[in-house]
């Protein structure tokens, strides 16, 4: 079989201000078969968006290739004039961005922007263009196929944005889809289903493609070979089953071993004389849109929540897309008022509003948002968004900040070169770990984690809890940790809560969680959860039992 | 899409009768503020006391000014403007034809300055930094560094007196046939485009570049789109706020900041109207006039409140 | 280039570099105005109207036959002056209660913004008129009518653009950090509109250049024989229809100018940040 | 050119289209409240007066058959035969009582008040005799009567918005600030009545702009033109330049009861300090004469001639402020573009001063409001006067003690008595006597500074003929479209 993809010696660099030159790519050899699905995984920031964007011909802004070769069905990429490229972009090779949230222009409709590939390169009549796209829909599993594309990007969820994304770079019949890390932002039922879209349309299509993903399990499911990445540099490259079963390279070995991550052990509470309640929850409705007669917003999200956390403990909070954890968190923030309820923290009740809380109460009480890259603002320099804090709560100037800075940096695994780069010129896990950082700054007593770990490699995820363990054994911090990775909460939580549609469906111990006794829709959770074996997404269909439980979602 | 635009616009319209009560009211303040009233200022250089006095007496002036004032407001409730104080003529029938006139003029120009204006930004966004979009940075600042009445006064030199091609007045009752409009037009309509354009392309051009940069541009370049394609499809629908708010701010000035063309080429407009009846002190004219012209900027602006919003899907 | 860029830590361009100095130069000459001038503003040095150039008079004679490069260089004093204050008043009070407005919202953001609108249409000649009567003319009360004639245009601008910058996640990040209205305003929103805020500066500022001669006339501010670039060029109209350089050079004048600070706030110079060391 | 004017014969018909520089919402179809050009214009096209002053300044006979009196205070007005007015009603002494007694009324607003307030009685005798008794003997009731104010209405006319006169154009259009159209009247009682079939005035309010309007063609005359924007009409062979000295003037007003026009010496300083040749010649570019500091112009009979205009004397100036103890004090001039020149005017003495270690301190203000809010007020302001037909009018408009527009605050029983006596007076010699005297009084004595006498031009067609100077104004005293013709 002749290779559709072969990158040869493939180098990236970036300009910095100063003029210098910077590798970011170093030297990336790869080949992908036709009708094969080869997976990139590998550290945040070692280069995987890279280069699956250089498979197109194209840098983000900043960067350049600046060696190697790309060839794409035998003719080199790079050395073709962008109107060539263009040509081939949506006809020979298509892309799944890493954000489909931003990769959908909010003025159009889904179905103008998905057939618009078939549009621009003349494919087929529209009519004949729009039935394609509606099968696609059906195949990816989305509800209402008819109707959906007549909606616009806002009015549907994260979720299915993601899988309206990907209908959009199949539409064109692709040689090669690339996949950039498309199911990081969903829950674990949804992605077992679009999984399984993905499967179908790319073997029924034979098409090939590059799976982009820090997961090492979803990767178990879908790729024929997976390649290993780790600072620009491929590490290791081999068949899915073997390389799984025989890692040969150590960093390799460190990622399979951090998948299944240690069991937690709750810090002892010798130094914890009383158990005092640090947060008391009671009775919390919250919800977006104009009040209705009854008192109650247009859309309720949150609907009677009632929760205890005891200092030094941590809170998981896991639910299906959509189920209200954020907004939870941004009503114990003060972000939004809740409609009835009363939020007692540390002893004293907390204004609604954030507006009306104590400097120290806010301080003591911190929130990492879930979208990392809109939490930083754009136009300030990593130090900047990091040195605010500092000065704000502990008056830290000078020298002192700047060690503070460089300290923080460490913790969440970051160099310190970063400190002068705005948001836009990291990645998406690095974004991630700079929000995290920001809320060390304040030295809190209690951090609201909304989902900081899903965009990160296992390697540095379980580092990044292992940090978080260690803080809270140093300053008998709490958590409440939003996942939808249940293995992660499983490692770092006293306590789960399940939340279903904006109710608090049960709270219990994770280790028994998914168990006997357990509510259903935990279980399914639970059951959702990839497995790191290959052929555990195609076993499932013979699950009787979950099946019947996806099909009556 | 009603659901949204029809509640805006109503409460526009509240908010837009309170404006325009505020700005009749500050004008009417404005012009008491100013010294000597249109008695003095009729009787010019023969203004003696007795006959001052006698003059204002005989037109109702010593009556106290608020009292006038709310009684010109009544009046607009029933449609009528009240009499000018200058020349005893209803402010209504001053003003109609005048009205028309500046609506004409503003309304040709607006045909022309607005589509090329926009075509040039969006261009210079797609070249940017070109040698294209320097082009016509450079030039845009330089015209409108220019002053009015200096574009004006060469325009006539070049196409009345010497090319002698136009008439170097712009006398819009002899206006016949479309040839005449395009003369009669041709020198105010190009003036005042030189004024209001380069907002219009700076602001189209700054907003486009903005919309350029973000992930759903770069997301269609991947999908094979041309640079045309990315521009008119996918940045302008996501920039026709801005870009409409500075079209409306532009439109604005045609109607109350066109003295100077209306004086060069003797276009008997509304904004000419306006610098008499202060110079008269005339109260009703200045007073009908304000609100003309803060209803006019109002509606532009509501006008482009609602095409923002109409255009982007998120706030409909 | 590269030499003077690595020096001073900011990423200068060519366009940029030249603007500066053009507008160095001016701001120079305004400075030194007084001693630089060949004759006395006010003087009538030849009886030809409308001189042509000549080794005596550099740039030619007015329409009083008074030496027009020392009025275009005294004239620096009062529109480089002037329209620059008056610019940043404006532009820094609208820019600075616009954000305000589009922070707090609500009914604060309602009442501002309907009063800068009553404001922007009453007509400015009205408005200077009642200025003159009611406080008179000296040069700072022409700053400040200018800037309050430009404010609501900057502020209506930078309303709508901070509106949209507020409902970010990193605005509510700050907010609940406990910060203050001023940090909001200045440090959270302000860099993010920094671009088309400065891009409408300069054109405010083209405006303000011209409108200044316009008020002079209403008796407001820069008072006879003084006389700023636009009035130069207003009172010199008369030598349009032969060219004479009395009503040329103030207007390549003011062109300089204009397109300077334009140019300049393109090609502002880039701060350099080390990413890579 | 007037005299190649005069030798060829008028053509009959055509369309003329003339621009005055300044129309507003204020302009009027009512004579008596007539105050710019424009209106004059107007008037003199749609109405008649008694008397119409020719161009040597002399009353001649216009609606009136004869004015005369034997003692200068009863005064029998006899009127033609067979006028009628626009509407077809016939002229009678009813309307000439009408139209004058107007101007006593205050509520009318007539600017001519003042003059009008002596004529204490009217008579119809029969239809078409008036008689007018005068407060006190004056000779020149006549000239008085050829003012444009003082224009015949139809009886009880109170709607100005058409003009119903006896005038040569019947009133077609009338929009008040944008322009007017009027038609030949064919039943002009003067027989064959005007040249043009219709003519359409209008304002261009800018100079360049009206300049450029002749030489292109749209209009056929450009009125009162600054000398500044003349330079490109000399050059152009299808429009010439009318030129009239007509006795208007801008003056520097001190006022004689404020500082620092009550210091002994400061006037006078003034005077000398005024470079008269240098705004003639750079100011007004020659379009000027220069004056001698009184107001009757050198065309007037009764102009002094032995009067000689202050010398440019920067010297004698100075020892004179030293002497008022002024010397190096800021001293405010107020001008503004109202006054034509002015603001030149004062650069000027502005810079004299300054050479002289004196600051004038000089304020321009708006026009707008100009003449209610500094005119008369501001101790050192400049005014502009108008052409006035006869000496008594100028001085008991502008010098008497009880004078309304006392410009200075002169002061002067003598000068009262003088004005007095020679009112009365039907003996021309000796009126000229008394009349010199006191223009010598005026110079010499009073707060007005009159450094020049502005030329009036007008910009016109080289193709409309009939167009001769007048005293009172440019466009022949306003009422050139009786007159002119356009050639083909
Ligand atoms: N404009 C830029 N300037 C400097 N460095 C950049 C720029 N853009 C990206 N980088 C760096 O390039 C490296 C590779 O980034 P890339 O987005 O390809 O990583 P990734 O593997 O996709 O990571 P993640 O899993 O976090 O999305 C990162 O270290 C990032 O910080
Ligand atoms: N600003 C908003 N206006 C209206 N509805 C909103 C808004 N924000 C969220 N919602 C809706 O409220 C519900 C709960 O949203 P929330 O963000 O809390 O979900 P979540 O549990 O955090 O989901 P995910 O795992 O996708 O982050 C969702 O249905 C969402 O569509
Ligand atoms: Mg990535
Ligand atoms: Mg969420
Ligand atoms: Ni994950």
Known sequence: MANLVDIRDLKVEVKTDSGRRMDIIRGVSLQVAEGEIVALIGESGSGKTTIALSLMGHTRAGCRISGGSVMLAGEDIGAMSERQRAKLRGTQVSYVPQSAAAAFNPAHTIMEQVIEVVRIHGLMPVDEAKKKAVALFRALS?????????????????????????????????????????????????????LRAF???????????????HDLAV????????????GGEVLEEGETESLLTHPQHPYTRQLLAAFEPAAYVPPPVVDMPIKRPLLEVTDVVAGYGTPQANGLPLMVAVKSVRFSLDAGRNLGIIGESGCGKSTLARVIAGLLPPVSGSIIFDGKELAAHGRHRLREELRKMQIIFQFADTALNPAKSISDILGRPLTFYHGLKGAGREARINQLLDMVHLPQTVKHRRPSELSGGQKQRINLARALAAEPKLILCDEITSALDTVVAAAVVDLLKELQRELSLSYIFISHDLSTVRSICDEVMVMYKGENVEITDPSRLGGEGSHPYSRLLYASVPKLQVGWLDGLDADAEMAAALAGR | MTSRVLPLVLGRIGLAVVTLTIVSFAVFVATALLPGDVAQILLGQSATPEAVAGLRTAMHLDEPALFRFLRWIAGLFTGDFGMSYANNMPVGQLIGARLLNSLKLAGVTALLSVPVALTLGILAAIWRGSLFDRLVTVMTIAVISVPEFMVATSAVLLFAVYLKWLPALSLANEVQSFGQLLKVFAMPVITLSFVISAQMIRMTRAAVVETLSTPYVEMALLKGASPARLVLKHALPNAIGPIANAVALSLSYLLGGVIIVETIFNYPGVAKLMVDA??????????????????????????????????????? | MEKLSRSTGYRINLVGLIAFAVIAFWAAVAIAAPWIIPYPIGDIVDFDYFGPISGQFWMGTDYLGRDILSRILMGARYTVGISLAAVTIACFSGVAIGMAAAVIGGWVDTVLSRLFDSLNSIPSKLFGLVVVAGVGSSIPVLIVTLAVIYTPGAYRFARALAVNINTMDFIFAARIRGEGLTYLIFEEILPNILGPVLADLGLRFVFIVLLLSGLSFLGLGVQPPNADWGALVRENIGGLPFGAPAVLFPSLAIASLTISVNLLIDNLPKKIRDRSA | RAGQALAATPVKGGNMKAAGFSASTADTLDPAKASLSTDYVRCCAFYNRLTFIDKSGVPQMELAESIESADAKVWTVKLRKGVTFHSGKTLTSADVIYSLKRHLDPAVGSKVNALAKQMTGFKAVD??????????????????????????????????????????????????????????????WKGEGAHLDSFEFFAIADDTAR??????????????????????????PNVKLSKTTSGNYTNLNMRLDMSPGDKAGFIEGVKYLLNREMIQKSALRGLAEVANDQPVSPANFYYNAELKPKAFDPDKAKSLFQKAGLLGQSIPVVASDAANSSIDMAMILQQAGEKIGMKFDVQRVPSDGYWSNYWLKAPMHFGNINPRPTPDILFSLLYASDAPWNESQFKSEKFDKMLHEARGMLDQGKRKEIYGDMQAMIANEAGTAIPVWLSNVDVISSKLQGLEANPLGGMMGYAFAEYVWLEA
């Open chain 1, 142 to 194: 989305l509800p209402n196929p008819e109707t959906i594309g007549d909606r616009y990007p806002h009015q549907v969820s994260g979720g299915q944005l993601q899988r309206l994304s990907a209908a959009m770079a199949l539409i064109g019949g692709p040689k090669l889809v690339i996949f950039d890390e498309p199911t990081t932002a969903l829950d674990v039922t949804t992605q077992i289903e679009v």
């Open chain 1, 199 to 213: 499967k179908s349309v790319m073997k029924s299509g034979g098409m090939a493609g590059v799976y982009v993903s």
């Open chain 1, 219 to 230: 990767v178990a499911q879908i790729a024929d070979r997976i390649v290993v990445l780790k």
């Open chain 2, 278 to 316: 202060v110079a008269t002190r005339d109260l009703p004219l200045i007073q009908s006039c304000a609100i003309i012209f803060c209803a006019g900027y109002l509606v532009l602006i509501t006008i482009a409140d609602v095409i923002s919003i109409l255009s982007n899907p998120r706030l409909r």
């Open chain 4, 127 to 188: 239809d078409l005799t008036v008689e007018i008794t005068l407060a006190n003997p004056n000779a020149d009731l006549p000239t008085i009567l050829g003012m444009h104010h003082f224009m015949i209405l139809a009886d009880g006319t109170t709607d100005f918005t058409k003009a119903n006169g006896t005038g040569a154009f019947v009133c077609e259009v009338f929009e008040p600030g944008v322009r007017s159209i009027a038609t030949r009247n064919k039943n002009y």
């Open chain 4, 211 to 236: 300049v450029n309007a002749v030489i292109s063609g749209d209009v056929q005359l450009g009125a009162a033109v600054n000398p500044r924007a003349t330079r490109l009409a000399e050059s152009q």
